[in-house]
């Protein structure tokens, strides 16, 4: 079922989403091809942010990379997050679709302390960024179990 925002998700998709430690993060590359990249996220101030920092070992600068120059290009993304199970009466997923902007760091002290506040690595080293901000424009969500 879909909504339009995430304060509109059922609370069991309310909690997935906050709980899920990573996310896979879709987006489009510069022929159009779906690309999908696992990421680390939170939620604060109704967006998905997700960071781009040091503690992954990058050969390029930042704003260089492909995924910021692909949302610069088409900020169409996509981001979601899923429970596996072997019992697959407990699968679940949350989908975000939404427009993504890049956003400096120093420039979303909200964004950079809930990041924080759910990765140790972040804690001990905020991320210097840029972050991606995902403003939801859809959401769906699915689980096996019924309501």
């Known amino acids: 079922m879909a909504r339009a925002t995430l304060a509109e998700l059922p609370g069991w998709a309310g909690d997935l989403l906050l709980a899920a430690r990573v996310a896979h993060l879709g987006l489009l590359d ?3 091809h779906p690309r999908v990249q696992p990421v680390t996220f939170a939620v604060a101030d109704g967006r998905l942010w997700s960071a781009i920092d040091d503690h992954k070992p990058k050969r390029i600068p930042p704003e260089r990379l492909a995924r910021i120059r692909r949302l610069r290009a088409d900020p169409r993304a996509t981001l979601t997050v899923d429970r596996y199970a072997d019992d697959w009466s407990a ?3 949350v989908q975000v679709i ?3 902007e890049i956003v400096a760091a120093a420039d979303a002290p909200v964004a950079v302390g809930a ?3 759910k990765y140790r690595p972040y804690a001990e080293q905020p991320p210097s960024g840029p972050l991606v901000a995902l403003a939801p424009q859809r959401c769906l ?7």
């Open 30 to 32: 510069e022929q159009g």
């Open 141 to 147: 969500c699915w689980r096996a179990r019924p309501a």
């Open 91 to 93: 699968l679940a997923w």
């Open 115 to 117: 990041l924080q506040a």
């Open 98 to 100: 939404g427009v993504a």
